[in-house]
């Protein structure tokens, strides 16, 4: 079946530094991925999106990077903050259903 | 404007129990979903709708069952509770299916005993 993974299911970062989590992706034909941040206890919260007719795409402090020739996307965050500590996943469309990656840890430390 | 919203947060069920879990959403999206999340597990979608009066299976559909009566609510139903069901669940909703950003609830931790 399609999967969606990450390199690393724990990421340590210093405040202030870059973080960057990176998800493997398995079908070629999908054209649609999205990141997505969880905080403990809470539901999944919309970073930001990117179509596979680009290769980067920037938000606020956060720049997602797709690679379709290795397929490979990462989430870039600028200057980390203890706030963006959570896990953070990525899903793409290999159909007309998203896939859901299982998630990186983020944490943050002073 | 609340966004999307579910009932209960927190559910203890025996085995062999039933129970509905209530999303809502105010954003007038089309599009309905229900997940489940378990550790070490991504997202899996449970069922799905489409419109309202309409409902499709996921992924993982089996011991459930859903229904959209009204466009704005999605009810996902347990007749027989089983342990392997224990799990929290997400509603999601979207205005399209597939590409677009799917906003979710705050979710509803389930454990059957």
């Known amino acids: 079946g399609e999967s969606v993974g990450l390199h690393l299911p724990t990421l340590s970062v210093q405040e202030g530094d870059n973080s960057i989590i990176n998800c493997a992706y398995s079908n070629s034909a999908s054209d649609y991925f999205i990141w997505y941040k969880q905080e403990s206890g809470k539901g999944p919260q919309f970073i930001i999106d990117i179509r596979s007719n680009m290769d980067k795409r920037q938000g606020q402090r956060v720049t997602v990077l797709l690679n379709k020739t290795v397929k490979h996307l990462s989430l870039q965050i600028a200057a980390t903050q203890p706030g963006d500590s959570a896990v953070y996943f990525c899903a793409e469309n290999p159909t007309d259903k998203l896939i859901f990656g299982t998630g990186t840890r983020l944490q943050v430390f002073p | 404007n609340a966004g999307v919203t579910q009932t209960p947060k927190f559910r203890v069920l025996k085995t062999g129990q039933s129970m509905t879990l209530l999303c809502a959403q105010d954003m007038n999206h089309e599009y309905m979903y229900w997940y489940r999340q378990d550790p070490g597990m991504g997202l899996r979608l449970i069922h799905y709708s489409v419109g309202e009066g309409t409902t499709a299976k996921g992924e993982v559909p089996d011991g459930y069952n859903v229904s959209r009566l009204k466009k704005q609510n999605f009810l996902l139903g347990l007749e027989s509770a089983a342990p392997s069901q224990t799990s929290v669940y997400f509603c999601?909703?979207?205005?399209?299916?597939?590409?677009?950003?799917?906003?979710f609830g705050p979710g509803t931790r389930l454990t059957v005993t």
């Open positions: 999601a909703s979207s205005t399209g299916l597939g590409s677009y950003e799917q906003y």
